[in-house]
């Protein structure tokens, strides 16, 4: 154990607890809902616009669980919290594949987001023996499972523009000795052929998840990057559903970079504005710790040459976990979103 050992443990129910978004982009193209650039997109009410594309080229989705929060607290007259959800709402976050229907949101949320003149971020969380057992364990029944849900997605994407985060955890959980020996080498081989099959495509960009500046060295993960397949990568990403502040995740990413061939990377800033939690139980840091904030804003505007964007990979404001008080992970957890957003100020 290494410690803040889970990138993202709070993620893989994403895909469960938000079918209802299943096929929302084919929706919002359907209902004529989708912006026509830089317009308001017709929502549940929220009003939500795409954020200047010259700065943020990622699709902001008007109908995502904060935008639907927003329309209910106007509703409601409580304006001032309406205020600060929707300093999550109007920010692109990351749409989670579920496991069911690849290809459909895949399809979906490029072609809204096409529509939009937008980039679609995708994040492909489904490897199987996904979490180690924890919070968001689950993922493809098998290797041939997972290739076929890869071809899915790759088929759903097509030619449009898509930014894809490949597998929270997957590469970090092969290091930490969390995933058995066993699977190794077929993690690896699912790996390299997702990278493979996605970056074939003619505007998609992947990254690799590669852990973050909390839970160990560079030097003990390059090798593992390299064996799943970084070098036909675009790049990797660090701090994934985590909270290290954005200067440490630099500083992370260069090392790992150096060793890896010099690639790029892109940083999760989504709750990282008041850095990492260091109270209460080390175990459980890392699931929805209390005093967090919003981070950066999503942007392709970094500190480094070497830092591609920074993303909001996390919902900010969906749950990590049932830890804390908090519903199961991926629900939308209203109180929280509310508390990160105050404490980002502004």
Same mark, same amino acid.
């Given at each position: 154990m290494y410690g803040s050992r889970g990138a993202g443990r709070g993620a893989g129910a994403f895909a469960v607890a938000r079918m209802s978004a299943v096929v929302l982009g084919a929706a919002l193209l359907m209902t004529g809902c989708s912006s026509d650039g830089d317009g $308001? #997109?017709?929502?549940?009410?929220?009003?939500?616009?795409?954020?200047?594309?010259?700065? #943020?080229?990622?699709? +902001?989705?008007? #109908?995502?669980?904060?935008? /639907?929060? +927003?329309?209910? =607290?106007?509703?409601?007259?409580?304006?001032?919290? *309406?205020?600060?959800?929707? $300093?999550?709402?109007?920010?692109?976050? !990351?749409?989670?594949?579920?496991?069911?229907?690849?290809? /459909?949101?895949? /399809? !979906?949320?490029?072609? *809204?987001? #096409? $529509?939009? !003149? /937008?980039?679609? =971020?995708? +994040? =492909?969380?489904?490897i199987p023996h996904r979490d180690c057992g924890q919070y968001s364990q689950g993922g493809a029944a098998d290797g041939d499972a997972y290739r076929s849900w890869i071809d899915g997605v790759a088929k759903g994407i097509g030619d449009r523009s898509a930014t894809v985060i490949l597998e929270p955890d997957a590469v970090l959980h092969l290091v930490d000795g969390c995933t058995p020996d066993e699977f190794h080498e077929e993690r690896y081989d699912l790996l390299k052929g997702a990278i493979t099959e996605l970056t074939a495509l003619k505007n998609t960009k992947v990254y690799v998840d590669a852990g973050n500046a909390g839970w160990g060295e560079p030097d003990q993960i390059f090798e593992p990057l390299k064996w799943a397949g970084i070098d036909q990568a675009d790049g990797f990403s660090v701090n994934v559903s985590n909270f290290y502040s954005t200067e440490d995740s630099i500083a992370y990413g260069k090392k790992l970079s150096a060793k890896v061939g010099g690639k790029h990377f892109v940083i999760d800033t989504s709750r990282n504005g008041n850095g990492p939690y260091t109270g209460g139980d080390s175990d459980e840091r890392w699931c929805n710790p209390p005093g967090r904030a919003l981070g950066e804003t999503p942007t392709t505007k970094t500190a480094d040459p070497l830092v591609d964007a920074y993303l909001w990979v996390k919902r900010p404001g969906e749950s990590d976990g049932e830890c804390k008080g908090g519903p199961k992970a991926g629900q939308w957890w209203s109180e929280y979103a509310l508390k990160l957003a105050r404490a980002s100020g502004g």
């Amino acid at each position: 154990m290494y410690g803040s050992r889970g990138a993202g443990r709070g993620a893989g129910a994403f895909a469960v607890a938000r079918m209802s978004a299943v096929v929302l982009g084919a929706a919002l193209l359907m209902t004529g809902c989708s912006s026509d650039g830089d317009g $308001k #997109d017709g929502d549940a009410g929220a009003a939500i616009t795409q954020q200047p594309k010259e700065a #943020d080229p990622f699709w +902001v989705n008007p #109908d995502g669980n904060a935008a /639907r929060q +927003v329309a209910a =607290l106007e509703k409601a007259g409580k304006k001032d919290q *309406a205020e600060q959800i929707r $300093k999550i709402a109007e920010q692109p976050t !990351g749409e989670w594949i579920g496991p069911e229907n690849p290809e /459909r949101e895949a /399809r !979906g949320f490029t072609e *809204a987001a #096409d $529509k939009a !003149g /937008r980039t679609a =971020l995708l +994040v =492909l969380y489904n490897i199987p023996h996904r979490d180690c057992g924890q919070y968001s364990q689950g993922g493809a029944a098998d290797g041939d499972a997972y290739r076929s849900w890869i071809d899915g997605v790759a088929k759903g994407i097509g030619d449009r523009s898509a930014t894809v985060i490949l597998e929270p955890d997957a590469v970090l959980h092969l290091v930490d000795g969390c995933t058995p020996d066993e699977f190794h080498e077929e993690r690896y081989d699912l790996l390299k052929g997702a990278i493979t099959e996605l970056t074939a495509l003619k505007n998609t960009k992947v990254y690799v998840d590669a852990g973050n500046a909390g839970w160990g060295e560079p030097d003990q993960i390059f090798e593992p990057l390299k064996w799943a397949g970084i070098d036909q990568a675009d790049g990797f990403s660090v701090n994934v559903s985590n909270f290290y502040s954005t200067e440490d995740s630099i500083a992370y990413g260069k090392k790992l970079s150096a060793k890896v061939g010099g690639k790029h990377f892109v940083i999760d800033t989504s709750r990282n504005g008041n850095g990492p939690y260091t109270g209460g139980d080390s175990d459980e840091r890392w699931c929805n710790p209390p005093g967090r904030a919003l981070g950066e804003t999503p942007t392709t505007k970094t500190a480094d040459p070497l830092v591609d964007a920074y993303l909001w990979v996390k919902r900010p404001g969906e749950s990590d976990g049932e830890c804390k008080g908090g519903p199961k992970a991926g629900q939308w957890w209203s109180e929280y979103a509310l508390k990160l957003a105050r404490a980002s100020g502004g």
